[in-house]
């Protein structure tokens, strides 16, 4: 799996895949910063990580369009499946290099805690909540987009797969309030992406909350193993 992780990472940056994803989204929070809080005089970042949830949905399928669909566009999923290294630790250094590019992208909201630091303290403990719920969206969104890239061997279409997923569970809510019948909307809330994250970015830490992006990053990544394995053995 290390050397799976290492090989991935490298390959960020190896192209511009990891550059575009980083600019874009320091771009879009540096924006989103500067117009919640700085031009306001505002020392609160919850509009700011509210509003994030939009960039990812657009962002991620970029970061993680190539995982699995470039392997089995240039023909080289066999050599890699023939490796001493097991299917789930395929699956598994390659999210894990996705998430640490991620992991880098949404430190710069820890700088820009440190930037209102100047005019007022911060309720860090909020700011680490929101940061952990940030984490934890990205990394379901991760693990929905590998699923995705493992399902085609174009990245464009990778790419749009991710973000119509992405879309809807993101704002499941918004769909479920259409459906007739009360009981379907209400589960269309309960399985809302976004609802879920914004438990955190009101403060509220919620440990079903936590639990269900976990579950979320556990049950892509178990489909991409198994249609990774039914595609081996076919």
């Not at 259409?178 to 009101?202: M, N, Q």
């Amino acid at each position: 799996m290390g050397a799976v992780f290492k090989r991935e990472l490298k390959s960020y940056f190896v192209t511009p895949i990891g550059y575009v994803f980083l600019a874009m989204f320091y771009c879009y929070a540096g924006l989103m910063f500067y117009v919640t809080s700085l031009s306001e005089g505002k020392t609160r970042m919850d509009m700011l990580f509210s509003s994030l949830i939009i960039i990812l949905v657009v962002v991620i399928p970029i970061l993680t369009m190539r995982t699995m669909a470039e392997e089995r566009r240039s023909r080289t999923d066999q050599c890699l499946l023939t490796s001493p290294v097991s299917i789930t630790g395929i699956v598994a250094g390659k999210f894990l290099a996705a998430f640490t590019v991620y992991l880098a992208a949404i430190s710069i909201t820890l700088v820009m805690a440190l930037v209102t630091w100047i005019y007022s303290s911060p309720d860090w403990s909020v700011v680490l909540g929101n940061l952990i719920g940030l984490a934890l969206l990205g990394a379901s969104f991760i693990a929905i987009g590998i699923f995705c890239s493992c399902c085609t061997e174009s990245q464009p279409v990778s790419a749009v797969m991710c973000f119509g997923v992405l879309m809807c569970v993101s704002f499941l809510s918004a769909i479920g309030s259409k459906l007739p019948f009360e009981f379907l909307s209400k589960i269309a809330d309960k399985l809302a992406f976004s609802e879920r994250y914004y438990a955190f970015t009101y403060g509220i830490f919620d440990i079903s909350n936590v639990l269900f992006f976990i579950s979320a990053v556990f049950v892509f990544l178990f489909l991409t193993v198994r249609l990774t394995e039914k595609r081996r053995y076919s």
